[in-house]
């Protein structure tokens, strides 16, 4: 099984909801990232998570919160966000953090924010 | 970080055979150079990755001369779904912070 699932596929949110994004791989992975995309743009790294732990955080605002719960499991969440955050949010897993270990990106969330 | 350029586009008839360069000329001695197809709305695929010389897979194949500063993606007999961006990424063995997407490429086949 080589899947990364993302849940919602789409999310409509107002700038004062708090919603959040989950990521989910069963391969054994032990690195997970978060990606922002934004239409016709290159993906663009925000998080990345080794064994469990934040490793990186490429200057992201504080109203996107990621949380790893466990070696499966990736939640982004949402609070406070304005129009431009509005973009499709990719996850994505690796064996480890070195460069050239095969990343594996789910289909992605893709967030309008109102 | 080794900065890479791609053409922006390209159009190919199906059946042909499609070559992307990318340039790298400021590419370290421990980079690797990896490439990536996106499909609209779907993240990015794993499509090959090489350090020097040529590489090939059940997909495609990577030219890489031997100063490395440039790299040639080859697709061979494209197909209508072979429309995708394609990126082209280089960067070190270790940090995975350096995982940086340029512009990339967005191929359209024509039937």
């Known amino acids: 099984d080589t899947e990364v699932t993302q849940t919602p596929k789409h999310l409509v949110m107002g700038m004062t909801n708090k919603k959040s994004l989950k990521c989910e791989q069963h391969m054994g992975h032990r690195a997970m990232y978060w990606y922002k995309q934004k239409a016709k743009k290159p993906p663009e790294l925000m998080f990345v998570y080794s064994y469990e732990k934040l490793s990186i955080n490429e200057s992201v605002p504080s109203r996107f919160s990621p949380e790893c719960p466990n070696s499966s499991l990736l939640n982004l969440h949402l609070h406070a966000l304005q129009p431009e955050d509005s973009a499709l949010y990719l996850c994505?897993?690796?064996?480890?953090?070195?460069?050239?270990?095969?990343?594996?990106f789910g289909p992605g969330t893709r967030l309008l924010v109102l | 970080l080794a900065k890479t350029t791609q053409p922006i586009s390209m159009d190919s008839y199906e059946g042909q055979e499609v070559n992307i360069t990318c340039s790298h000329n400021?590419?370290?001695?421990?980079?690797?150079i990896t490439w990536y197809q996106q499909f609209p709305s779907q993240g990015p695929r794993f499509i090959i990755q090489?350090?020097?010389t040529k590489v090939t897979n059940e997909v495609a194949s990577l030219f890489i001369p031997a100063d490395r500063k440039s790299s040639t993606l080859s697709l061979p007999r494209v197909s209508l779904s072979d429309t995708a961006v394609y990126y082209c990424l280089v960067g070190p063995e270790t940090g995975a912070n350096n995982l940086f997407f340029g512009t990339g490429t967005r191929l359209t086949v024509i039937p």
């Open positions: 994505a897993s690796s064996q480890g953090t070195a460069y050239q270990e095969t990343q594996y």
């Open positions: 090489g350090y020097k």
């Open positions: 400021n590419i370290a001695t421990n980079d690797y």
